[in-house]
């Protein structure tokens, strides 16, 4: 990006030093504004740059995030598991109870649930 000394500014310069020391004191001002604009546009590039960086997630984060979630699926896949059978103990035992509970209430009930076996005829 050139930038370039206002007309007005060079027509001032020129009644003071003399047309050839005008042209070489805008030169001069045109090069050293023109290099300071370089240098800050290649300082807000990596400035820029490093903000990024740090604020994106990289190929490599996303590959632990991945892994991280492959562990957490495997130990919640071995709570469910050990969930299930518990339940299912859980279950059987209270079935036992509520069988128990019904022939202890209901005398009748021993007859049927005999019958149900085949215990008796």
Known sequence: MAYGIPLEI???LEKVLGKEDAQKAVD???????????SSEEKLKISISEELKKELASKYDVELLRQEMKTLEVELKKEIEITRVEFK?????????LIAII???NQNSLELLAKLIGIVK
Do not use: F, P, T
């Open 10 to 12: 060079y027509q001032m």
């Open 28 to 38: 001069i001002l045109q090069k050293s504004i023109n290099e300071s604009l370089e």
């Open 89 to 97: 103990k859980d279950l059987r035992i209270a079935v036992i109870i």
């Open 103 to 105: 022939v202890i209430l």
